[in-house]
């Protein structure tokens, strides 16, 4: 009898967990909508090639095959092959964790200043926040691209300095978003009268301040990352952040440029494949941020 009433108390949890996962499930598809449902489809695989490359091509993306080179897409490379007779497939598969990778670390140092910068600036002192300010707009008056340009150029070429440098550039856009919705919470209603309850600052803080603040940061941040791969990209391209022959989608479209006109799926399938990713996080951050509390 023990055993059965065990087995029964876990058949129900289960139900509850399956009961919550299909509400969960039904309550984000009418959020999102179809467009949103389809984005996050197409990141979720960009994720599963960036985390199981192997599951989806499981060749070797450096093996070279110089019989081979230059073989248009047909049905033993379904996106061609390259001038060293690699698999373009293969490699625009397992250059998903690269390019979505260093899009995901820019994404991240922007975010951790631009919560520095923003969180100062909303809650310091007047001078404190005039100040911050002041570089803020400073720096967000400068083209992030360009302002990569320029910190790399600094930093010297390579993944590691394109990442910071696109953080960095990214960071003053972070901050002036969290500056402003920081403020707007901090003046609400509901703060000044958890304020008047006599709550602390630090508790009204974490308790208040930073879920309404930080979730619609969350659903810009989404939005970040198509943008950082796409500058990242950018910078592989101009031989400033990864080279040849890693399978980063930038450096195979810098690899690709000179066959353009006779081997056009060499440059085709990464730029499809830096479109479609960036594509899609822009939408899932756009529609993220329409669902998000006010």
Same mark, same amino acid.
């Given at each position: ?90 490699? $625009?598969?397992?250059? #998903?964790?690269?390019? =979505? !990778?260093? /899009? @995901? ?6 975010? +951790?200043?631009? &919560? ?23 720096l967000f008056a ?19 300095p394109s990442v ?65 791969? $796409?500058?990242?990209? #950018?910078?592989?391209? =101009? !031989?400033? /952040? @990864? ?6 989608? +930038?450096?195979? &479209? ?41």
């Amino acid at each position: 009898m023990s055993g059965q009433r065990t087995a029964g108390r876990a058949q129900g949890r289960a139900a509850a967990v399956g009961g919550w996962l299909r509400h969960w499930m039904r309550r984000w598809s009418a959020n999102l909508g179809l467009g949103g449902m389809v984005s996050a489809g197409v990141v979720l695989l960009v994720v599963l090639a960036a985390l199981l490359p192997g599951l989806l091509a499981p060749g070797d993306p450096t093996a070279i095959a110089p019989a081979q080179a230059y073989q248009p897409p047909g049905p033993g490379a379904v996106f061609g092959t390259d001038a060293s007779g690699r698999d373009v497939y293969t490699r $625009v598969v397992h250059g #998903a964790g690269q390019s =979505l !990778g260093v /899009g @995901a670390a820019a994404t991240a140092i922007g975010l +951790g200043l631009g &919560l520095l910068l923003g969180f100062g600036a909303a809650l310091g002192p007047r001078w404190l926040d005039g100040a911050l300010s002041r570089v803020i707009e400073v720096l967000f008056a400068l083209p992030s691209l360009v302002l990569a340009l320029l910190l790399v150029s600094v930093l010297g070429p390579g993944v590691g300095p394109s990442v910071l440098a696109v953080g960095l550039a990214t960071a003053p856009g972070y901050a002036r978003i969290l500056r402003a919705r920081a403020r707007s919470v901090v003046h609400s209603p509901y703060v000044t009268a958890a304020r008047l309850e006599g709550v602390s600052a630090p508790v009204a803080f974490f308790r208040h301040v930073v879920p309404n603040t930080l979730w619609p940061l969350i659903a810009v941040g989404t939005l970040g990352i198509g943008q950082a791969i $796409v500058w990242v990209s #950018a910078l592989s391209y =101009l !031989g400033l /952040g @990864a080279l040849p022959p890693s399978p980063e989608w +930038g450096a195979m &479209l810098n690899a690709g440029r000179l066959h353009i006109t006779s081997s056009w799926w060499l440059t085709v399938a990464p730029g499809l494949a830096i479109t479609a990713a960036a594509a899609a996080l822009t939408m899932l951050g756009r529609r993220l941020s329409a669902v998000a509390p006010a």
